[in-house]
């Protein structure tokens, strides 16, 4: 009997097909977003108010990352770190580049003796690493480029001060941001426009968050703006300041973006600051290249250019899972070796037989996103099966033969009745025969998981294919197919997941395999049952992320023949 572990691991972050299957969700209609202010101006959407007071509609996206504002931008970065009192200050410079294909080249070039140290480490490091923790900072300003319409268009507001001046206000979008840059879901935006042109941006938080080794619980960021020959409107300065605690200690956290120069197929290059474009010219400079981009998903980049969430391509995960079943019998046939299959239905009677089986399993799963939507994974595991047989004993074989024992001899068949019995053989009387069974198997299996999804609402299937094959036994079973049709819904702020939906599990009508070798019987031992079980049982669960990498899952079965838990715990990557 083949019984496995399903994952639901899988089962995250599947709002990313909002957009990719834009087609579904038209057809449910079209969603008009407004908002309202202290001028009484509701019923305006987002991009009107925008047009209204001149703000670009990519000035959203210069929040998130600098990054945006060009496909070919020099920045100089300045980070300070302070922990209980001790200071330390280190400086590098991004350099980002876009082929004619849209993708983009990321470099990180520094002078060594611009990375501070203390205690040996560098201070850039978000985590107490080496110089590679300046990719942390660098791929979370790509990762925020990448989702950089992730604004919440339903928040945005004007205020009218008098004068030329107005306030916009808008909030980031609590969807599509991924766990290790979700904290953006907290921000609160503010844009000063004077005479429709865009003078500043100041951004802050409604609640703490972790960034690295610190928790910030007081996050302001400011940007002041100026324009391009072009009319292209650009950031003069950005500045970051994090404060909060680190390691038990107050603690801060200051980043200072500086643009040093664009490169404009219309303008040419534009130079912001001539001292520092001749630093980061400097030949002796070093460079690191940031590995931004992974094979899988396909489609990944395209789907991430429309701000939406996708999980990490790759990921491990180990799960247990307790299966309890309630199985009725149809009919009984044994394989005795050369002897060929007998039926015992005549001895026992199906219908008064059920037995009880428990079956544990521990499996290992390695999974792979192909495409944003879709998941391909590998099982191995060990499953160990206990069951009780309680078989309805009818006795009519051998009261057959103790009647005609007794026609022969009289008494005869009586005799011998009583004789089984005092050997503790009562073969000549009915009731019910419990018989034990302890089984191990090996398991192997592959599945596969699609899914799509809109805001906080999911849908996935979920189809795994597994083999069983009993210890100290050659040949494997013929299959089972397990699919799992599941709807969910995101508690977004907790990075966690409900789901409900059915499992169903492709038993067929008969169990049979062989017991392995019997010396008596010269052959080997082979069972062939007709069973009654309901193949559908619900299903109800929940999965959590937890940080970066980490996630928990458990789900819980229950239907009319069986019920199981399964809990696994998975790390991405």
């Known amino acids: 009997m083949a019984l496995l572990n399903i994952n639901c691991e899988t089962f995250t972050r599947y709002k990313f097909l909002a957009n990719t299957l834009c087609l579904l969700i038209l057809t449910m209609g079209v969603v008009d977003f407004s908002y309202a202010d202290s001028e009484s101006q509701q019923g305006i959407e987002d991009e009107d108010i925008f047009e209204k007071y001149g703000i670009p509609k990519e000035l959203p996206k210069f929040g998130l990352s600098s990054l945006t504002q060009g496909d070919h931008i020099v920045e100089h970065v300045k980070k300070t770190n302070t922990i209980a009192g001790e200071e330390t200050t280190s400086s590098f410079y991004l350099v980002q580049t876009t082929d004619t294909k849209g993708n983009v080249d990321i470099r990180i070039k520094y002078f060594p003796s611009d990375i501070k140290a203390v205690d040996g480490q560098p201070s ?42 107005v306030i916009v206000r808008f909030n980031y979008s609590k969807y599509a941001l991924p766990q290790d840059i979700a904290y953006f879901r907290f921000m609160q935006v503010e844009i000063v426009v004077i005479d429709r042109n865009p003078i500043s941006m100041k951004i802050t938080n409604s609640a703490p968050f972790d960034y690295g080794e610190h928790k910030i619980e007081r996050y302001t960021q400011k940007m002041k703006f100026e324009r391009l020959d072009n009319g292209q409107l650009v950031i003069k300065k950005k500045t970051i300041l994090g404060e909060g605690t680190a390691k038990g200690e107050p603690s801060s956290l200051l980043v200072e973006i500086e643009p040093v120069a664009f490169y404009d197929n219309e303008l040419g290059t534009i130079v912001r ?5 001749a630093k980061v010219s400097d030949p002796r400079i070093r460079e690191e290249r940031v590995e931004v981009d992974s094979v899988f998903p396909l489609m990944g980049d395209l789907v991430r250019r429309q701000g939406i969430d996708i999980p990490m391509p790759y990921g491990i995960s180990v799960a247990y899972r307790n299966q309890n079943m309630d199985v009725d019998f149809t009919d009984f046939n044994l394989g005795l070796g050369a002897l060929g299959f007998v039926n015992l239905d005549k001895d026992f009677d199906p219908s008064q037989s059920v037995a009880s089986v428990q079956a544990e399993s521990f499996s290992l799963r390695g999974d792979v996103f192909i495409l944003p939507f879709w998941n391909v994974y590998g099982l191995l595991g060990k499953i160990k099966v206990r069951a ?4 309805q004993y009818t006795a009519e074989t051998m009261n057959e033969i103790k009647n005609s024992l007794n026609n022969r001899v009289p008494g005869l068949g009586n005799s011998l009745c009583k004789t089984l019995s005092d050997n503790n053989l009562p073969f000549c009387s009915s009731g019910k025969l419990r018989v034990p069974l302890s089984l191990n198997y090996d398991m192997v299996g592959v599945g596969t998981t699609l899914a799509v999804g809109y805001k906080e609402f ?4 979920n189809a795994t294919f597994t083999q069983t094959k009993l210890e100290g036994n050659d040949s494997w079973s013929d299959g089972l197919v397990v699919v799992q049709p599941m709807l969910g819904y995101q508690l977004v702020d907790y990075r966690a997941q409900l789901l409900f ?8 009508a008969t169990m049979s395999g062989s017991l392995g070798y019997v010396d008596s019987l010269q052959g080997d031992f082979d069972y062939d049952v007709g069973i009654d079980i309901n193949q559908w049982a619900y299903l109800v669960g929940f999965n959590k992320q937890i940080g970066r990498h980490y996630t928990i899952s458990a789900l ?3 239907g009319e023949t069986r019920d199981a838990f399964t809990v696994s715990f998975g790390y991405r990557f």
């Open 124 to 165: 850039l490091a978000e985590d107490g690493g080496t110089v590679d923790s300046i990719e942390y900072l660098t791929k979370t300003e790509y990762k925020l480029r990448q989702y950089a319409e992730s604004y919440d268009k339903s928040s945005v507001t004007a205020e009218e001060l008098g004068g030329g001046k």
């Open 273 to 277: 600051n001539p001292d520092l474009l």
């Open 388 to 391: 009780d047989v309680d078989a």
């Open 458 to 461: 999911f849908a996935t299937i």
């Open 501 to 508: 939906g059915a499992e169903y599990q492709g038993l067929d």
């Open 556 to 558: 819980y079965n229950f």
